[in-house]
């Protein structure tokens, strides 16, 4: 079954950066786009960025345009999301997701000073 393994969360001070890493097994990972989403004490749970998985085209939520970055290697299975500038509204639970199957555990992310 779908497997993802969420993990490099973190205490961080504001601005500065963390890089989340997601581990897939159980499908065919080269071939679905893949996403980040977060989800704070209170609110739903957002999308924050996706990539397709051939093209490598990508898509983030406005409030961390310029900041984040997401990447893939198809090779090892994985996601990334490099953060950058972080601020305490990012604080959150990170996932990332297939579209398919089940979500992750997620890792933790807390900006703070």
């Known amino acids: 079954q779908v497997q993802l393994v969420e993990s490099g969360g973190g205490l961080v001070q504001p601005g500065g950066s963390l890089r989340l890493s997601c581990v897939a097994a159980?499908?065919?990972?080269?071939?679905?786009?893949m996403s980040w989403y977060r989800q704070s004490p209170g609110k739903e749970r957002e999308l924050v960025a996706s990539?397709?998985?051939?093209?490598?085209?990508?898509n983030y939520a406005d409030s961390v345009k310029g900041r984040f970055t997401i990447s893939r290697d198809n090779a090892k299975n994985t996601v990334y999301l490099q953060m950058n500038r972080l601020k305490p509204e990012d604080t959150a639970v990170y996932y990332c997701?297939?579209?398919?199957?089940?979500w992750g555990k997620g890792t933790q992310v807390t900006v703070s000073s």
């Open positions: 997701y297939s579209g398919i199957g089940s």
């Open positions: 159980g499908f065919i990972f080269r071939i679905y786009r």
């Open positions: 990539i397709d998985s051939t093209s490598g085209n990508t």
